[in-house]
């Protein structure tokens, strides 16, 4: 990452290195923001957590997030793997 960095900032006058650094910054407030915020509205009930039966009063849990309504964010998961692989 660090060298990657630095590559790019030697590259001389051309867009693509300064495309890289972007690139490389908006990852990094992704990153950040899947560290603040790790959790997503769960795409298949939409974060309500659970589905009602047509006559609305008998439910079930959504099975995709066990009736959490939350799912984690791809950015947090790749968190979580990199801060698990560390030790
Ligand atoms: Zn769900």
């Known amino acids: 990452m660090r060298t990657l ?3 790019a900032a030697d590259t001389p006058g051309t867009g693509t290195g300064t495309l890289i650094l972007f690139a490389l910054a908006a990852l990094a ?10 959790f997503t509205a769960c795409t298949k009930c939409e ?3 659970r589905f ?14 066990n009736g959490k ?3 984690l964010r791809t950015g947090r998961r790749i968190l979580n793997h ?5 030790r």
């Open 5 to 7: 960095l630095l590559a």
């Open 29 to 38: 407030v992704y990153l950040i923001s899947c560290r603040i915020w790790p």
């Open 47 to 49: 974060g309500a957590g």
């Open 52 to 65: 009602r039966s047509p006559n609305g009063r008998a439910w079930r849990y959504c099975t995709r997030c």
């Open 69 to 71: 309504g939350a799912r």
């Open 82 to 86: 990199l801060t698990g692989t560390r």
